[in-house]
């Protein structure tokens, strides 16, 4: 018994290996993307504070943003992101009030305030823009997490390109990759 337990518990290891790795190999090659001119700017939410600051991941997306932004890539930024369990308000919400506090006018952000996940910020996105007749898009997130939301906003419905923004730390990094394994395996499920 003792044996094949051990087998399982090695099987395990290098399929979470193996994942990792197709993790990295689809980062690498979603950074390496060129952001393209978009109708819209799609920014996925991460946490917001219970003392109501931004996650430094946070602070990372909005300020990738912004560059893109003022630099004309689109006229539109739609932010997403409901409530969690310890936020003090809809990550959307946080989000549009530090774009509009950098100078963004508030005609030019969306806000998607009802999503918990990636897949939900794509899908309700798409429902929010193609009212509108945009269907281009450039999508904005953390380096680890691009290639999920490129793929995420194309089944949405969306003609999509990317830029990543940078992560705060090395550590976080690893921390971030193993956590999209699951994410890649909640997006195949269909969760």
């Known amino acids: 018994m003792a044996a094949v337990l051990l087998w399982l518990a090695l099987a395990g290891h290098i399929i979470g290996a193996a994942l990792l790795a197709l993790v990295m190999r689809a980062e690498t090659l979603a950074v390496r993307g060129e952001a393209r001119a978009a109708s819209a700017l ?8 219970p003392d109501g600051t931004l996650s430094a991941t946070l602070h990372y997306r909005l300020n990738a943003t912004l560059a893109l932004y003022r630099a004309g890539y689109a006229p ?3 932010v997403c992101g409901g409530r969690g369990d310890d936020e003090p ?4 919400d946080a989000m549009a009030a530090y774009l509009i506090a950098q100078g963004v006018p508030e005609s030019a952000i969306v806000r998607e305030d009802a999503s918990r996940d990636t897949r939900r910020n794509m899908e309700n996105a798409h429902a929010l823009l ?13 380096d680890y997490h691009l290639a999920r939301a490129l793929y995420l906003a194309r089944q949405a419905g969306f003609t999509a390109s990317g830029s990543a923004s940078r992560t705060p730390e090395v550590g976080y990094l690893w921390f971030m990759r193993v956590r ?8 195949f499920a269909g969760w």
């Open 42 to 49: 799609i920014v996925p939410g991460a946490r917001v504070r």
């Open 89 to 92: 308000c809809a990550e959307a």
């Open 76 to 78: 539109l930024v739609v």
């Open 180 to 187: 999209e394994v699951l994410g890649w395996a909640k997006v």
């Open 130 to 142: 193609s009212a509108q007749g945009v269907s281009d898009v450039l999508v904005v997130t953390s």
